[in-house]
């Protein structure tokens, strides 16, 4: 129906133009670029190209943007992002030059969210144009709406909501088909103590880089400096590193800088922090093995005491006692921050927490055990509430449809542990562009879109638009 309105070539140019750009968010204190001068370019480069398509664009402050068409009061929308997380390392292609590969286009961005905004985008020119030359009158407006800080703390969406007309219908094309109908609540914990009473021990901790990990992403690197007093050999320190690493199988490289001064350097393997079983967590490896060799010198600190009695590598929350399961599967645990500053030692986490737990159960298990442990505490940060919308509904029904007849199978709805946008208003679901079974690179290296895909997704997206255009 819509495929020959559909401009493949276009789309998977333009999709590399985008890729291209590095709209990684910065930390900056300037307010005409809140997220970081490249994530403005991405918003830019969308808007123009929107502009160029033949639709009505408007740039929200630098914060976010969005693309429209259609006439009428009622308001469907489509809600994706164009930041994208750090790249990471060890890439078989560049992350940001957006190579094709046996039909693959790699690049960070490429699956999130970035692929799937230019497939809706061009599924809206495909609607926009079938309309026009089937004479058929459009009494709705379709709004495209472009986040740049969903990677973050979803900033972008808050100003939007502060300042625009919000959709009384649509999807986010942020997760997997055939239709997400709920997503688990998340929180992040973080686990502080103050430092500056440790720092007269024999081994000390100078510094910690864990390479700005968020969050969000398990921590491929993490690394320390400690150095020894009072006649502590180096050599030693260093060789009881190397025991513990291989007692445990940890990816641990140390190096000795002078007679005082060692490296510590964890690796592990990057995933997003929705599915912490497919990575190897950098941090928490670091973690067990200072524990371990402080406590051989007869130095406990009680916050890395507490993490190897109650996390350790635990990332479904049952040493913590928190693992609860419903129908929404299994709370997922990430370790995703380390850092050493102005004394504050500090752990961070983020919770994929089921649809039916709230998070006054997590809190309060988190301050109990803090309880145990001298000058341990605990603030809580992240919160989101969970999106639930009922399998039965007009939403989910027609999403699902749609894409079992488009594919010719029959997937059922279903709920992750990610957080998209589809949360940020009522009667949203997540709808793509994961195929169901097919392996989530999201935050991971090599992170790619094949072309059959991207295309496949932009068709299911303009029979998604259409159809809710007529409802």
């Known amino acids: 129906m819509f495929k020959k309105y559909i401009k493949e070539k276009e789309i998977i140019t333009k999709l590399q133009g985008l890729i291209q750009i590095p709209s990684v968010h910065e930390e900056t204190e300037n307010t005409k670029e809140p997220f970081g001068k490249n994530t403005v370019k991405a918003l830019e480069y969308t808007l123009k ?17 969005y693309i429209e068409f259609g006439e009428g009061e009622k308001l469907i929308g489509v809600i994706g992002h164009l930041d994208v997380v750090p790249e990471g390392e060890n890439w078989t292609y560049p ?17 999130d969210d970035k692929g799937p905004v230019i497939a809706s985008l061009y599924a809206m ?42 959709p009384s219908i649509g999807f986010s094309p942020d997760a997997d088909f055939p239709c997400i109908y709920a997503e688990k609540g998340l929180i992040s914990p973080f686990l502080i103590m103050d430092y500056s009473k440790y720092k007269n021990n024999d081994i ?17 690197y993490c690394s320390c400096n400690i150095t020894v007093n009072n006649n502590i050999k180096i050599n030693d320190v260093n060789n009881i590193v190397q025991n513990i690493a291989s007692e445990f199988n940890f990816d641990i490289v140390t190096k000795i800088l002078n007679n005082s001064e060692l490296q510590i350097v964890s690796n592990g393997v990057q995933a997003h922090a929705a599915h912490p079983d497919l990575g190897v967590n950098a941090i928490s490896r670091l973690i067990i093995v200072l524990d371990k060799l402080l406590k051989n010198y007869n130095i406990t600190i009680p916050l890395f005491d507490l993490f190897t009695k109650y996390i350790g590598l635990d990332f479904n929350g049952e040493k913590l006692n928190i693992n609860v399961l419903d129908e929404s599967g299994n709370l997922t645990l990430n370790v ?104 989530d690179l999201c935050h991971q290296t090599d992170e790619f879109i094949s072309v059959d895909n991207l295309l496949l997704a932009c068709n299911i997206y303009a029979k998604a638009i259409f159809e809710l255009l007529l409802c």
Request: hydrophobic fraction near 35%.
């Open 49 to 65: 190209l929107g502009k160029e398509l033949g639709f009505k664009t408007k740039n929200i402050d630098n914060y976010c943007g």
């Open 95 to 111: 992350p940001f030059d957006a190579k094709i590969v046996d039909n693959k286009i790699y690049g960070r961005g490429s699956i």
């Open 125 to 166: 020119k495909a609607v926009m144009d079938y309309c026009a030359e089937n004479s058929i009158s459009i009494n709705k407006r379709v709004r495209l709406i472009l986040g740049l800080n969903e990677e973050r703390d979803w900033k972008c969406i808050e100003y939007y909501k502060q300042h625009e007309e919000i």
């Open 204 to 220: 000390v901790i100078t510094s910690i880089d864990c390479n700005n990990n968020a969050l969000n992403v398990v921590p491929k």
């Open 336 to 439: 995703g921050k380390l850092y050493l500053k102005n004394d504050d030692l500090k752990i961070g986490f983020n919770l994929r927490v089921p649809i039916n737990t709230k998070f006054e159960f997590i809190e309060d298990r988190f301050s109990i055990i803090c309880k145990e442990f001298d000058s341990v505490s605990c603030e809580f940060t992240g919160k989101k509430d969970p999106l639930y919308v009922s399998k039965d509904s007009y939403l989910v029904k027609t999403l699902c449809r749609i894409f079992n007849e488009a594919t010719s199978l029959n997937a059922e709805p279903i709920a992750i542990g990610g957080a998209t946008y589809a949360r940020a208003f009522d009667n949203f679901v997540s709808f793509g562009a994961n195929l169901p079974n097919q392996k």
